[in-house]
């Protein structure tokens, strides 16, 4: 292969690197017997959260802060998108004893 264009090869996996976005990641976080798992979970904006509940009465998932506040049916799942960075505790109003952290990065 010739220097020549072993060097443009070489330039075109490095800007390929730099103009191909990073894919956000899917998280799941499962209500089942009246548990949140996992406890506390870690994500970046941009991320999606793919709430489940695999129990037979409904939940929420709602910010202290009051970010969100994501309604669950019976044996549903809903999915949110991360907007905003930040700490947030959650909980779930009809059974406030299921709480949960989640952590988003930049």
Same mark, same amino acid.
């Given at each position: 292969?010739?220097?020549?264009? !072993?060097?443009?090869?070489? !330039? $075109?996996?490095? %800007?390929?690197?730099? /103009?191909?976005?990073?894919? @956000? $990641? #899917?998280?799941? *976080?499962?209500? +089942?017997? %009246? ?12 991320? #999606? *959260? +793919?709430? *489940?509940? =695999? ?7 709602? @910010? =202290? ?6 309604? !669950?049916?019976? =044996?549903?799942?809903?999915?949110? /998108? !991360?907007? =905003? $960075?930040? #700490?947030?505790? &959650? &909980?779930?109003? &009809?059974?406030?004893?299921?709480? @949960?952290?989640?952590?988003? +990065?930049?």
């Amino acid at each position: 292969m010739k220097p020549g264009r !072993l060097a443009s090869i070489a !330039l $075109a996996v490095v %800007l390929l690197s730099i /103009v191909v976005p990073a894919r @956000a $990641a #899917t998280i799941q *976080i499962t209500m +089942e017997n %009246l548990v949140v798992s996992p406890a506390e979970t870690s994500a970046k904006v941009g991320d #999606t *959260i +793919e709430w *489940i509940n =695999k129990d037979v009465f409904a939940h929420t998932a709602t @910010a =202290k802060s009051g970010d969100f506040d994501v309604m !669950l049916p019976p =044996k549903k799942s809903v999915m949110s /998108v !991360l907007k =905003k $960075a930040g #700490t947030v505790d &959650y &909980y779930c109003r &009809y059974h406030p004893n299921m709480k @949960a952290t989640l952590k988003v +990065e930049p």
